[in-house]
């Protein structure tokens, strides 16, 4: 029996049984054994992809908690940045006492970032409610001022003398 196959149609077949085996070689050499690195790093993307994720959501709460604190204490941000202008300080404060003396104070090294100026004053005034009064003015500066203690009351006749140290925090601007 005498198989009658074109050389046509045997070049194809050999073509494709060349091409079967070269398939094969690159699926054994090529594509298994990196199909196991391959899930390997799939495995290593999701995990890294799940603490992206956690640390993304820490990231908005905290951003977000950022803008929150921001809006709520606008005022105090500004009056870090505000410049501390003395006289504008003395001619506001003159209404509430007699005398006023202003001095800066050199930097203490754990005050480095802020301005430090110490005020002492005293004034006789008819009653504590001038002085309370001074206060209200001060928390309503615009600059953070912080008024160290002792305060110091004396009855003189009928009026009373006061005396005291304030701190004025601002940014250096330098």
Request: aromatic share 12%; hydrophobic share 35%; with cysteine.
């Amino acid at each position: 029996m005498k198989l009658n196959i074109s050389r046509q149609t045997l070049m194809i077949l050999l073509l494709s049984l060349i091409l079967l085996i070269g398939l094969l070689l690159f699926s054994f050499l090529a594509l298994i054994p990196q199909g196991k690195t391959y899930r390997l790093e799939r495995l290593d993307n999701r995990a890294n992809s799940i603490v992206l994720r956690q640390y993304q959501n820490y990231s908005d709460e905290t951003f977000t908690r950022l803008k929150e604190l921001q809006t709520t204490h606008r005022r105090i941000i500004v009056a870090y940045e505000n410049e501390f202008d003395a006289e504008r300080f003395e001619k506001n404060s003159e209404k509430f006492f007699d005398r006023l003396n202003l001095s800066k104070l050199a930097n203490l090294p754990d005050e480095s970032k802020f301005s430090v100026y110490e005020v002492n004053t005293s004034s006789n005034i008819d009653s504590p409610q001038s002085f309370y009064d001074f206060l209200d003015s001060v928390n309503k500066s615009d600059n953070i001022i912080g008024i160290n203690f002792p305060i110091n009351f004396i009855r003189k006749g009928d009026h009373i003398e006061s005396s005291f140290t304030m701190k004025v925090y601002c940014s250096d601007q330098k």
